[in-house]
């Protein structure tokens, strides 16, 4: 036992130091290769390099190679490390994706989703095509347990369309939607931080090894970037941050077997994109800055993206509204963890 977990916390222990450094090089890198975004909420707007989960996803990666390195040289291993490898690729080719949605900057505001940005990325309709490659890795080792269980049904075996339809949909849907909710300091990595310790603390409750590793991974990781990422922000996490992060949280999901208590702690992010999906995507995350540093709703009473809620609920400033909304998911981290208990998920 004191050696499986050893080798959990190792990996996790340096993937946070790795994610650090790593962030520091991105921050001067990227500032001078112009892979940089506007920051609308500080007064005077700044240029902040953009794309920072580049950095996450070197930290991820690292932190999974040291465990398959020790599993190879130094300890017999307890996890598939073909799936490991698998998992690593994924999170490699989805985060290529988000770093060319993120490379593509231009010199003056262009029309986006709902305002104007240097940032302009790829198009709507490219994005999920694109990100479906993430899926392919673990498509092609049949990752997963196809028996999936379903509240007040039971097991039901979804046989081959698990890895060849259930797989890569929930790759497109879950980084794509990871990707909505943002344009805040800290909102990204305070969201998916709560998500991922919930995930962690599962996984060691119920003996998931395989996530339990993952989990502890991207856990360490974001911890080591939202410093960065925190009010004030140094650096933007961009596309790359997201599809990353959401990468990762379906390894967890799928090689772990817990997708049911994923799509619980998931809610707020399905909530979201079905608010997005009310403007037909055409939408901004982000508030009219007031002179006193609050912000005002871009629609009105309209809502049509969680921090459209947080900004009608009161005059709040840009931080404020990370915390509500990180908030706001550990509620259902909970919520996952008492359907848990009652066995419903």
Known sequence: MYHSYLTIFVPAVISFFITVLSTYFVINYFSSAGIVGKDYYKGKKRIIPSSGGVALSFGLIVGIMVYTFGGTFVYTPILKISDLLAASLSIMLITFVGFIDDLNVKSKPQKTTGMKDIRVGLKRWQKPLLTVIGAI????????????????????????????????????????????????????????????????????????????????????????????????????????YTYAVGATMVAIMVLGNLEFFGIIVFIPWIIEFLLHARKRFDVTDLGIRRSDGTLEPPYGKKIYSLTHMVMNMKRAREWEVSIYLSAFEAIFVVLAFILKALALV
């Open 137 to 240: 890795p673990l498509m092609a080792i049949n990752a997963g347990n196809s028996y999936v269980h379903i509240p007040l049904i039971g097991l039901v075996n979804l046989s081959y369309f698990y890895p060849l339809l259930v797989l890569p949909l929930a790759i497109i849907f879950v980084p794509n939607a990871v990707n909505l909710l943002g344009g805040f300091d800290g909102l990204q990595p305070g969201t998916t931080l709560v998500a991922s310790l919930g995930f962690l603390i599962y996984c060691f409750i119920y003996g998931s090894n395989i996530s339990l590793l993952l989990s502890a991974i991207l856990f360490a990781s974001i911890l080591g970037f939202i410093w960065f990422n925190w009010y004030p922000s140094r650096i933007m996490p961009g596309d790359s």
